[in-house]
């Protein structure tokens, strides 16, 4: 088990373009959570689900952002139209009950 | 969700030991407190997490006391590698809820 996987490390986009990141969680585990985090500040909350079902949705999350985690793996968050308000790290983390592991995230950059 | 403050940042000497205090005044019944550590462009690492008194692993010990109204966050002689930043949260572990993360103490280790 290699931990929570994320791709790509880093995307540059030009503004109103869409992007995809990917997470792999650790195997097994039902609860999938994506945050993103700006600099200097701490990670905030998105989504979240518990197998594959979006269960949790933060206000932060506009109707530009869409995630989607098919059959309880892995998931999937898509950004439309990305603005530069969009840059940030994008954090996916996993958890089985108790405890949760992040992944080293997505550095969006939009230009 | 229970508020966190801890210090914005705090410089330390490599061999000495570091104590982050947070303070949780509005902590729940059912909220433990978690401490999580987070490198430069890596997602947060968890470190420890208490109820109450004290708790002690191979990396760092965790005060709690009887109020439950603070915490402190005991790195023992810490490395220029324990330069990172570290978040207090406080929630209720056996529910799905997300975490909420403040915006941490940045320590630096100088040489």
């Known amino acids: 088990d290699t931990g929570v996987s994320q791709n790509p490390r880093h995307k540059i986009t030009k503004r109103g373009q869409n992007v995809t990141f990917r997470c792999d969680p650790i195997?097994?585990?039902?609860?999938l959570y994506w945050y993103r985090q700006t600099l200097g500040q701490g990670p905030e909350f998105l989504t979240y689900?518990?197998?594959?079902?979006?269960?949790?949705k933060s206000r932060l999350l506009s109707d530009r952002f869409s995630a989607e985690r098919p059959k309880g793996s892995f998931s999937t968050l898509e950004i439309q139209r990305t603005e530069q308000g969009d840059s940030a790290m994008y954090l996916c983390?996993?958890?089985?009950?108790?405890?949760?592991?992040f992944g080293s995230g997505t550095r969006l950059t939009v230009v | 969700l229970a508020k966190t403050t801890q210090p914005i940042s705090m410089d330390s000497y490599e061999g000495q030991e570091v104590n982050i205090t947070c303070s949780h005044n509005?902590?729940?019944?059912?909220?433990?407190i978690t401490w999580y550590q987070q490198f430069p462009s890596q997602g947060p690492r968890f470190i420890i997490q208490?109820?109450?008194t004290k708790v002690t692993n191979e990396v760092a010990s965790l005060f709690i006391p009887a109020d439950r109204k603070s915490s402190t966050l005991s790195l023992p002689r810490v490395s220029l590698s324990d330069t990172a930043v570290y978040y207090c949260?406080?929630?209720?572990?056996?529910?799905?809820?997300?975490?909420?993360f403040g915006s941490g103490t940045q320590l630096t280790v100088l040489p």
């Open positions: 983390a996993s958890s089985p009950t108790l405890g949760y592991t």
């Open positions: 949260l406080v929630g209720d572990v056996g529910s799905a809820r997300q975490l909420t």
């Open positions: 689900f518990q197998n594959e079902a979006q269960l949790e």
């Open positions: 509005n902590i729940a019944t059912n909220d433990y």
């Open positions: 208490g109820y109450k």
């Open positions: 195997s097994e585990h039902n609860r």
